[in-house]
């Protein structure tokens, strides 16, 4: 089945410091990739849609300045968190979508787990 | 505005039956997901509902009342790897997935 691989699965940086995050379609063509984020013990919070060749559309409260979204690439989106702070730490998911003859799927990466100390 | 409920928790022995419900009043309705989330590790989908009715598949099955806007997750035969949280996902206008807070079922032995 389809497979989206989502890379650093971990990653540890001071504050202040930029992480970015990738996040790939590896056998579909993904024109709308989500970008969500979840705290512990809580759900995942949508914070951008990501669509290919033009600007992220972000969710009311996310700062678009502080999440760079660029999705270059049918097959790859990037998460930028600039100028990260402890509280920025958490679980980053991406997920792609895939719009085969079959129906619509939405597929997920394995998830990114940010520490800024 | 837009919400989903479901329970916080849910304990249940090895072998028994749960039944997770879900509700949602949201803006825009294409279709219901249900995926399971162990702890650090990203969702993985268990099943969709866009039509009324049942959708079985194995041990698991799921419900869909879109006049009710309510939704089920069945888990049969319970087993210990079953033990994880169960999240409620409803797709809404550009295929964005809105999150229920997740129901952790606990399976004892």
């Known amino acids: 089945g389809a497979v989206v691989s989502q890379h650093p699965s971990r990653v540890i940086c001071k504050s202040g410091t930029s992480v970015k995050i990738e996040c790939r379609s590896l056998?579909?063509?993904?024109?709308?990739m989500f970008w969500y984020r979840q705290f512990p013990k809580q759900s995942l919070m949508l914070m951008a849609t990501s669509n290919e060749g033009s600007k992220a559309t972000y969710e009311q409260g996310v700062e678009k300045d502080k999440f760079l979204i660029n999705h270059a690439s049918l097959t790859l989106s990037t998460l930028t968190v600039t100028s990260a702070h402890p509280e920025d730490s958490s679980f980053y998911i991406c997920?792609?979508?895939?719009?085969?003859?079959?129906?619509?799927?939405?597929?997920f990466g394995s998830g990114t787990q940010l520490s800024v100390l | 505005g837009q919400n989903i409920d479901q329970p916080t928790e849910m304990t249940a022995t090895e072998g028994a039956i749960v039944q997770i419900n879900c509700t949602y009043q949201?803006?825009?309705?294409?279709?219901l997901f249900w995926y399971q989330q162990h702890a650090g590790e990203a969702p993985t989908f268990l099943s969709y509902n866009v039509l009324d009715g049942l959708e079985e598949k194995g041990r698991f099955s799921s419900f869909l009342s879109r006049s009710k806007g309510y939704s089920y997750l069945l888990l049969k035969e319970l087993q210990m790897k079953d033990s994880a949280s169960y999240l409620c996902a409803v797709s809404g206008s550009w295929g964005k997935l809105q999150f229920g807070a997740g129901t952790q079922v606990v399976v004892t032995p």
């Open positions: 056998d579909f063509q993904a024109t709308t």
């Open positions: 949201t803006s825009g309705f294409n279709g």
């Open positions: 997920s792609a979508r895939d719009l085969s003859p079959t129906g619509e799927k939405l597929f």
